[in-house]
């Protein structure tokens, strides 16, 4: 009869690893026997993040959260995961969540992926309204709309300033 392996010894074969893969096995066997396992669960996240499997870390995600609340790396991780899915409203309000954290280096971190997104945000929105002056016309008599559309651009003045600019037909104009 085989000796059953502790939990404890698990996650540290799987901590060990050399593979995400099978990290994440050995991580399965642990919160097979203990859902509520955090440092398996988180392990497991990270792994699945590896791995691109940005989806499943996302409900990890939401168990470690439901666990831990308050812990400003999950929120960081959350994000991540949202912005290679391409969800960038939903990564910029996790960056936020993240920013205003207890923990000044994972908050500088979130600071420097909020600009980012934000900035390549304010250009991908101005080369949205300049392609489509219908949009451009709709935005510029709500700019607040811009957002429901998961819109965060780096300045606040910055869609006031984006649809000024595109009043002027010159701008919609092909170079020749």
Known sequence: ???QISNFELL????????????????????????RHLPALELKIKCQWRLGQYEAALD???????????????HFLKGDCYQNLLCYGEALDCFERCRQGDDPELAAQAEVRLKGLEEWQSGLMGELLRSQPQLAARFRKDPGEIQKYGFRPADAQMTESVLARLASPSMWARPS
């Open 12 to 35: 540290s074969r799987a901590t060990r690893s050399d593979s995400p893969a099978n990290a994440l096995v050995l991580c399965d066997q642990i919160l097979a026997d203990d859902s």
């Open 60 to 74: 990890g995600l939401g168990k470690a959260l439901a666990l831990n609340p308050y812990d400003p790396g999950y």
């Open 1 to 3: 009869m085989e000796d």
